[in-house]
């Protein structure tokens, strides 16, 4: 991982339509202020964000009406204390590099939503 001035670029080949994850640091104050039940600040949490991005168990696509280029990967491996998975919105901005725009757990799978990846059940 490189670190620049404001923001993380996390690389990642899980969907060809997204290679690089930006993570900017204005987004953890907004995942502080939306999500508070995301503690953003803890490597585990830190962690789980990367690890969905890089080796998610679904990436959906959102509804491309309402959320032009945007994508919503989740990693059903990693959940809050309900079972909810870790869902991790994005939104290309250039190319094939995406703006992390918030973290949330939450059931994946809006109506509109249509899954770009779907991987089988299991670890490995």
Known sequence: DKTLSDYKVIQTTAYSAITEVRFYEETIAHINESHPEVKVELPSIST?????????????QSDP???????????????????QPLSVPVKIIEGTSALLKT??????????????????GGRG
């Open 48 to 60: 789980a964000i990367e690890k969905a991005i890089c080796n998610p168990t679904d990436v959906e």
């Open 65 to 83: 009406e309402q959320h032009p280029k945007s994508y919503v990967y989740v990693d059903s491996e990693t959940t809050d204390h309900q079972g």
């Open 103 to 120: 973290v949330f757990f939450a059931e994946a799978s809006s109506p509109q939503a249509v899954s770009v990846l779907k991987k089988g």
